[in-house]
């Protein structure tokens, strides 16, 4: 297992900060780090022993700055396991984050809506999640410094947050819509009758993510809020061809309400912990 407590220490005296929260940019929404100030990159292929990210519209580096007047380190691009990582290695930049002592994160994804009440485009916040890739990153002997064997997992994301988050666009006249995300393993989209029957289960959105990283950071007490961009309608309901072109196309399009909401949420964040 990587020595996180060394990368994480010897990351922060070279960059000198220390941020305080994490963000994970999903397909074709790392533009966001383009609003961060006084940046610096660290690419992964820099870290001895850290994966390397494979996928379009995920660059592969880190990006320390300041976002929303928080200092922040973000990922541009994040580790799938349909890449040929090991389910370990798909979160540990979970891990690196805890030992950086951050213990604020957010997460952000692509995702095909199953609700039929999402269209593309939308933004919906992950309530709670389906572990359908039945890849659990917690497999193995458990680190007791990170957290328990047998984490509950009633509330993967910060309720208090998200409601918070949820308030503040009300405010503004904007719904904060909520739901379950289900992870498939991919890299291969769903068939129609996958996604009826991912209906049937409860949920909301699919995608290739997330479910591992909720895991990872639940487990280590991290305070989580989790955005998904609704890219498409999924396999099946609006029968058109699904392509990860168009999903990266349309988390570009939305970037403005994306930007937006993001940084609402880190407003919340900072009345939060100033209370
Ligand atoms: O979840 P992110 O990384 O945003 O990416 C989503 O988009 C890709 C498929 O188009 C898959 O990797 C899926 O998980
Ligand atoms: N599995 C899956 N991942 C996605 N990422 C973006 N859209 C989709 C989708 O429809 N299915």
Redesign the pocket.
């Known amino acids: 297992m990587l020595n996180y407590f060394q990368i994480a220490s010897s990351m922060i005296r070279d960059i000198g900060m220390k941020p305080k929260i994490a963000l994970i940019l999903?397909?074709?929404?790392g533009y966001l780090t383009c609003e961060f100030q006084n940046s610096t990159a660290v690419y992964y292929s820099q870290i001895p022993g850290f994966p390397a990210s494979t996928?379009q519209?995920?660059s592969g580096r880190f990006i320390f700055g300041n976002f929303h007047g928080i200092p922040s380190v973000a990922m541009e691009g994040?580790f799938?396991f349909?890449e040929g990582h090991e389910i370990r290695d798909v979160v540990s930049p979970i891990y690196l984050f805890k030992e950086m002592g951050i213990e604020r994160l957010l997460i952000?994804?692509?995702?095909g809506g199953i609700n039929k009440t999402y269209s593309p485009g939308e933004i919906v916040a992950i309530r709670d999640i389906i572990n359908l890739g039945f890849r659990n990153p917690l497999r193995g002997p458990n680190e007791e410094k990170f957290g328990v064997r047998f984490p509950d997992m009633s509330s993967v994301v910060d309720l208090e947050w998200l409601a918070r988050l949820r308030e503040r666009l009300c405010r503004d006249g904007h719904e904060l819509k909520e739901g379950t995300y289900i992870w498939t393993l991919?890299?291969s989209?769903e068939s129609p009758s996958e996604i009826k029957s991912f209906e049937f289960l409860g949920a909301d959105m699919v995608?290739?993510?997330?479910v591992p990283e909720l895991i990872a950071a639940n487990h280590c007490r991290m305070k989580t809020l989790a955005l998904s961009?609704v890219?498409n309608m999924a396999s099946g309901i609006l029968k058109e061809k699904?392509s990860?072109d168009d999903?990266?196309r349309t988390?570009n399009r939305i970037r403005h309400r994306f930007s937006d909401i993001v940084g609402k949420a880190l407003e919340v964040l900072k009345e939060i912990d100033d209370e």
């Open positions: 999903g397909s074709g929404l996928v519209g995920h994040r799938h349909y952000t994804n692509a995702s991919g890299p989209y995608g290739m993510s997330t961009c890219t699904l990860h999903v990266v988390a």
